[in-house]
C-alpha cells in the first residue's frame, strides 16, 4: 500500500446554477430589472439583468396559486399618499403572494447593504373561500384585485389592508382581470363611491378634492371568466356595467387603450376581439387559429401582440386586425405559450413557455411599422431557463471552457454561459440551444477541441453538432441513423493533433474523423462522420449498453453494459481485447485514466504496462482496472447507492507528485460526489449539494474544478480548495505554536494577567487549570480573593464570551474532587466580581444550567466534608481510647508515618 497522501483534498460550492420558475404566475417590475416567479411554494425575485438570486421568499407549505408586484411609479392622475412605502427601484415595492392555503400574504420590498432584496411581511389575509386564481394592480399601485374560483371578484386597498368593493358573478372561474379608466368620465357633481367611510370624509373635506374624486368616475375592473364572458365593472357606482358575451371558451387576456379607446380580449377560442369602449360593441374579430393565452396592445394602442398555443408571438394592427408579423411555423409543445407580460415603455414582451422557459422579445422593430408593412418574426432577446429539468449529463465547451452544454432530459441541449458577467451572457444565461432530436437525449460527448458535440438520443439517432458561438452559430453537421433503439452512449476522439496540422490551427473546418455509438439494441458502431456511414457495427454485450469512452492515444475503447461487463475494443478493428468481470451489478460509467496517468500500486501490487482505467457500478462500488492483464487493482466503497458517473481529477504537475497523489471523482444515486486517492483508497472528501441522483460530472482540465448536474435540476461547481486549505492550515499551526510559546513564556515569567487572556483565547482548560492552581496554592496576598491581585483584575475586566467560557470550565473542575477547591476558589471570585444580573444574562440565560451543574457538585462536595467531619470524631476517641490501653505505642512502633489523615481515610 502507498504511503498516506500528506494531506486531504478539499473542494468548496462555489456557484451553483438551479431553478428559478417552476410553473405558474411571473411578475415584472416596470422597469424590467426584477423579475417575480413561482419555485414550488416559494417566491423568488431575480435580477433580470445579472441572473442573480435578490430575495426568496418561503411559503406557507402550498403550492403559490398566483403572486404579482405592485410598484409605485411616477405620479399618476390619481395619487395617493403612501409614505410608508420604501421603494428598491423607482417601481418595487410590494409583493403579493396567494397560495392554495386561502392565504394572500402582502410583503414589502427594501433594499439591503448586502445589494439583495429585504422581504417583509405586511399582513397575511383570507381573501376568498377558494384559491385566489389572478391578481391585477392599478396604474397608481393602490388597489388591487383578486379573483377566485367560486367567479367573486374583490378589490382591496392595499396599504389599508381591506377590501373597497365585491362584486358578485356567476360561480364561474375567474380567469383574467384588468383595471383601466375610460376617457370619457360621467357627468360632473358625482362622487367616486369607494367605500362609506371615505364617502363620508370626502364629504367633510374641501373643494381641493373635486378633481380626483371626478377622475375617479372612469375607472372600471374587466373581469373575464371561464364562461367566455367579460364583465365591466364600475368602481364609483359599484355595479355591473355591462357584460360582454361573444367569446365562447376562457378569456385569458384583458387589455384596455385610452389611445384607442378600445378594450382587448382573448381567448382559449382561437379569437382575439376589440371593444369600443363608448358602446361595448364589439369592433372586431380576429380568428387566430390557435388557443390564445397572452394578448395585450402595444404602444399607443395602434399594435396588438399575441401568443398562444403554436409559441410564436404574432403582431396585428388594431384597427382593421391584419397580421403585421411574417407567417411563422407552430413550434412543439414544450415551447406553446402559457402567459405574456408587456410593461409599458420597456422593449420588450416576456413570453412564458410550458417548459417553463422564459423568452423577451424585441418589440423596436415595431417602432416605424406602417399600416402596409409586413415585419419578420420578433427577435429573441434573451432565453431564460425556469428549470433545467433533470440534469442527464453536461460538458465544457470551448477552449476556454466558458460555455457548459447540459442535456436536461428533452429533445434540446442548453448551452450556458459560465462568464462572470459578460455583457447580457451572465454566468448561468443560456446562450443557444441545439434543436433537432425527436426524443429526449440521454448522451452527449465533446472533442478535443470544444467545438465539436455530439449527441445520443431515445429517437435512436445520434447527431453531431458545429459549435461556433464568435458567429452564434450552433449548427448540426450530421445526422447517425442506423441503430434499432435508443442510444445511450457516444464518444468522440480526444487525442490533440499536432499543433502543426490544419486540423488544431482550425478545428472548426475539421470535425472529428469518427464516432462511436452505443445502443440498447445492444451493438455498437463506428461512424464515418464524412459519409455518416457505420464502418462497422458490432454486439457488444447481452444488455444495454450504458457508456463509451476512447483512449487518449485512439487505440482503444471501453463499452459499459448493464451485463454487469466492461469490454476493451480496438478502434481499428472493432475487436475485444479483453473483458473486465468483478461488479455485481450493471456497470453505469467508464473512464480511461489520462495520459502520463504514473504508476498506481494496487492490492495486487504496482500497475505497469498499457494503462488503468476506471469503472463505476449499480453495485455502489469503483474500480480502477490495470489494461496489461484486465485484472482490478483497487475498489472503492462509500456510496450508499448506485456510481453513475465517474472522472479523474487533473494530474499534478510531474515536480509534485511525490507529494499529491493521483485522484478520482464519483457521482452516485445517493446525491453525493465524493473525492477519491487513488494510491490508498480512501475518501478524500464528500460533496454535498444535491437532493437528487448526480447524474453527470465533469472535471475543468485546468483549475480541476469539479462540475456536477443533478436530477434535483441544479448544476453544482466545486472549487478546488487544497492549497488554500493548505495554506490556512500551516498559519493556523504557525500560529499556534507560537501562541504556546508565548503562554510558556506568561507562566514562566509569573505574568499571570496575560497567561490567563491566552489561555482562554487559546481554549486551553489544562493550562487554565495550571495557572489558577499555582495561584491559588501560593501564600495569599492580603485582600485579595483568589490569592494574587493581579488575577482578580483579570478575572474582573473578562468579556461575556470569556467569562461564560470560564463558568463552563469551573464547572467542569469541580466535578472533580482534586479540583473543586480550585474550582470553588475561582467561581468565588468571579461572583464577587460581577453583578448577578451581567452573570444571569450571559449566552441569553443559558448561563442557568451551568450554575445548576456547579451547585450540584458543589453541595455533593460540602456533604463529602461534613461526612469526613463527623467521622474524625470517632478517629479522635479511638486514638483517646488506645492511648489510655497503651496500645498507641504500639501501633506506632508499627507504622511511625501515620497521620489523622491516614485514618480518617482507612
Request: glycine share 6%; aromatic share 8%.
Given at each position: 500500500m502507498a504511503n498516506k497522501s500528506p494531506y486531504l483534498t478539499t473542494f468548496e460550492a462555489e456557484r451553483t446554477i438551479q431553478p428559478i420558475y417552476t410553473g405558474g404566475s411571473v411578475a415584472l417590475d416596470n422597469t424590467g430589472s426584477i423579475l417575480a416567479t413561482t419555485l414550488g411554494e416559494d417566491a423568488l425575485l431575480t435580477d433580470l439583468n445579472t441572473g442573480r438570486q435578490l430575495a426568496r421568499i418561503e411559503g406557507d407549505g402550498e403550492l403559490i396559486s398566483t403572486l404579482s408586484c405592485m410598484f409605485y411609479p411616477a405620479p399618476q392622475p390619481r395619487e395617493l399618499s403612501n409614505a410608508n412605502l420604501t421603494t428598491v427601484t423607482p417601481s418595487a415595492s410590494h409583493l403579493i403572494v396567494c397560495s392554495r392555503s386561502l392565504s394572500m400574504r402582502i410583503y414589502s420590498i427594501q433594499p439591503s447593504p448586502s445589494n439583495e432584496l429585504k422581504c417583509e411581511l405586511l399582513r397575511t389575509l383570507k381573501p376568498h373561500s377558494t384559491p385566489v386564481i389572478v391578481l391585477a394592480v392599478d396604474q397608481t399601485s393602490t388597489l388591487l384585485a383578486t379573483g377566485a374560483a367560486d367567479g367573486v371578484v374583490k378589490v382591496w386597498d392595499i396599504q389599508g389592508g381591506y377590501v373597497t368593493h365585491t362584486f358578485r358573478g356567476p360561480n364561474v372561474l375567474i380567469s383574467?382581470?384588468?383595471?383601466?379608466?375610460?376617457?370619457?368620465?360621467?357627468?360632473?357633481?358625482?362622487?367616486?363611491?369607494?367605500?362609506?367611510?371615505?364617502?363620508?370624509?370626502?364629504?367633510?373635506?374641501?373643494?381641493?378634492?373635486?378633481?380626483?374624486?371626478?377622475?375617479?368616475?372612469?375607472?372600471?375592473?374587466?373581469?373575464?371568466?371561464?364562461?367566455?364572458?367579460?364583465?365591466?365593472?364600475?368602481?364609483?357606482?359599484?355595479?355591473?356595467?355591462?357584460?360582454?358575451?361573444?367569446?365562447?371558451?376562457?378569456?385569458?387576456?384583458?387589455?384596455?387603450?385610452?389611445?384607442?379607446?378600445?378594450?382587448?380580449?382573448?381567448?382559449?377560442?382561437?379569437?382575439?376581439?376589440?371593444?369600443?369602449?363608448?358602446?361595448?360593441?364589439?369592433?372586431?374579430?380576429?380568428?387566430?387559429?390557435?388557443?390564445?393565452?397572452?394578448?395585450?396592445?402595444?404602444?399607443?394602442?395602434?399594435?396588438?401582440?399575441t401568443g398562444g398555443v403554436n409559441g410564436i408571438i404574432r403582431i396585428w394592427q388594431s384597427d382593421n386586425g391584419r397580421e403585421v408579423t411574417q407567417p411563422q411555423s407552430p413550434k412543439s409543445e414544450p415551447d406553446a405559450i402559457v402567459d405574456g407580460l408587456l410593461m409599458p415603455g420597456l422593449p420588450f414582451i416576456l413570453s412564458v413557455q410550458s417548459d417553463h422557459t422564459m423568452v423577451l422579445h424585441s418589440t423596436t422593430s415595431l417602432d416605424d411599422v406602417d399600416s402596409s408593412d409586413t415585419i419578420p418574426p420578433l427577435e429573441e432577446l434573451r432565453r431564460i431557463s425556469g428549470t433545467h429539468d433533470e440534469i442527464i449529463d453536461l460538458g465544457y465547451l470551448l477552449p476556454d471552457r466558458s460555455l457548459l452544454a447540459l442535456a436536461t432530459n428533452s429533445e434540446e441541449i442548453r448551452i450556458v454561459s459560465l462568464a462572470q458577467q459578460d455583457g447580457s451572457a451572465y454566468f448561468g444565461a443560456d446562450i443557444a440551444q441545439l434543436r433537432g432530436h425527436e426524443d429526449i437525449i440521454i448522451c452527449l460527448d465533446i472533442d478535443w477541441s470544444g467545438h465539436w458535440i455530439a449527441t445520443g438520443s431515445k429517437d435512436n439517432t445520434a447527431k453531431l453538432w458545429r459549435i461556433d458561438p464568435a458567429n452564434s452559430s450552433f449548427t448540426c453537421y450530421a445526422t447517425f441513423t442506423g441503430h434499432a433503439e435508443s442510444l445511450g452512449a457516444v464518444s468522440l476522439p480526444k487525442d490533440t493533433p499536432p499543433e502543426s496540422c490544419a486540423a488544431f490551427k482550425s478545428p472548426l473546418d475539421h470535425p472529428p474523423e469518427y464516432l462511436l455509438t452505443g445502443s440498447q439494441d445492444r451493438t455498437i458502431k463506428r461512424w464515418d462522420v464524412q459519409k455518416t456511414k457505420a464502418l462497422y457495427t458490432r454486439k457488444a454485450h447481452d444488455k444495454d449498453i450504458n457508456a463509451i469512452d476512447i483512449s487518449h492515444n485512439a487505440q482503444l475503447f471501453a463499452s459499459a453494459s448493464q451485463d454487469r461487463t466492461v469490454k476493451i475494443w480496438s478502434v481499428e478493428e472493432g475487436e475485444v481485447q479483453g473483458v473486465l468481470r468483478g461488479h455485481r451489478r450493471g456497470v453505469w460509467t467508464v473512464k480511461f485514466a489520462p495520459k502520463d496517468t504514473p504508476t498506481i500500486v494496487g492490492d495486487s501490487g504496482p500497475a505497469a504496462g498499457k494503462g488503468l482505467i476506471l469503472t463505476g457500478s449499480g453495485d455502489k462500488t469503483l474500480k480502477i482496472w490495470s489494461l496489461s492483464d484486465y485484472t482490478c487493482l483497487r475498489t472503492f466503497e462509500g456510496h450508499t447507492h448506485s456510481v453513475l458517473k465517474v472522472a479523474w481529477l487533473t494530474l499534478p504537475p510531474k515536480e509534485d507528485r511525490g507529494r499529491k497523489h493521483i485522484h478520482v471523482a464519483s457521482a452516485g444515486g445517493d446525491g453525493l460526489v465524493k473525492v477519491w486517492d487513488a494510491n490508498t483508497g480512501e475518501v478524500e472528501c464528500t460533496l454535498d449539494n444535491h437532493e437528487d441522483r448526480v447524474w453527470a460530472l465533469a472535471v475543468h482540465p485546468s483549475t480541476n474544478a469539479i462540475v456536477s448536474g443533478s436530477g434535483d435540476s441544479t448544476v453544482t461547481f466545486w472549487k478546488d480548495t487544497t492549497s488554500e486549505t493548505l495554506a490556512a492550515s500551516s498559519a493556523a499551526a504557525t500560529q499556534f505554536v507560537e501562541q504556546e510559546q508565548e503562554l510558556q513564556n506568561y507562566i514562566h515569567a509569573g505574568s499571570y494577567r496575560s497567561a490567563i487572556t491566552l489561555a482562554l483565547q487559546l481554549n486551553h482548560p489544562a493550562r487554565l487549570l495550571s495557572i489558577f492552581t499555582t495561584v491559588?496554592?501560593?501564600?495569599?496576598?492580603?485582600?485579595?480573593?483568589?490569592?494574587?491581585?493581579?488575577?482578580?483584575?483579570?478575572?474582573?475586566?473578562?468579556?461575556?464570551?470569556?467569562?461564560?467560557?470560564?463558568?463552563?470550565?469551573?464547572?467542569?473542575?469541580?466535578?472533580?474532587?482534586r479540583n473543586a477547591s480550585v474550582a470553588q476558589r475561582v467561581f468565588w471570585t468571579i461572583v464577587k466580581s460581577y453583578p448577578a444580573s451581567r452573570l444571569s444574562s450571559l449566552k441569553g440565560g443559558k448561563v442557568k444550567d451551568v450554575m445548576d451543574a456547579l451547585r450540584s457538585h458543589s453541595e455533593k462536595h460540602f456533604r463529602r466534608l461534613e461526612e469526613l467531619v463527623d467521622e474524625s470524631y470517632l478517629v479522635e476517641y479511638s486514638l483517646r481510647e488506645m492511648d489510655g490501653l497503651g496500645l498507641l505505642d504500639g501501633v506506632n512502633a508499627l507504622d511511625s508515618d501515620i497521620t489523622m489523615t491516614d485514618v480518617a481515610v482507612r
Open positions: 383574467a382581470l384588468h383595471f383601466f379608466e375610460l376617457v370619457a368620465t360621467s357627468q360632473k357633481g358625482e362622487e367616486v363611491g369607494i367605500s362609506s367611510r371615505n364617502r363620508q370624509e370626502r364629504r367633510k373635506s374641501n373643494t381641493d378634492d373635486e378633481p380626483e374624486n371626478e377622475a375617479a368616475r372612469g375607472f372600471r375592473l374587466a373581469s373575464g371568466s371561464q364562461d367566455g364572458k367579460v364583465r365591466i365593472w364600475d368602481l364609483y357606482k359599484r355595479n355591473c356595467a355591462s357584460v360582454l358575451d361573444s367569446h365562447v371558451s376562457d378569456v385569458r387576456a384583458l387589455d384596455y387603450s385610452r389611445g384607442e379607446n378600445a378594450l382587448l380580449t382573448a381567448s382559449r377560442d382561437k379569437t382575439i376581439m376589440w371593444w369600443d369602449a363608448r358602446t361595448w360593441k364589439v369592433r372586431k374579430v380576429v380568428p387566430v387559429l390557435e388557443e390564445v393565452e397572452a394578448a395585450g396592445f402595444i404602444g399607443a394602442g395602434n399594435l396588438t401582440y491559588t496554592t501560593k501564600v495569599p496576598e492580603e485582600g485579595s480573593l483568589c490569592g494574587i491581585k493581579a488575577v482578580d483584575e483579570v478575572l474582573g475586566s473578562l468579556s461575556d464570551e470569556q467569562l461564560f467560557t470560564l463558568l463552563l470550565r469551573v464547572r467542569d473542575w469541580n466535578t472533580n474532587a
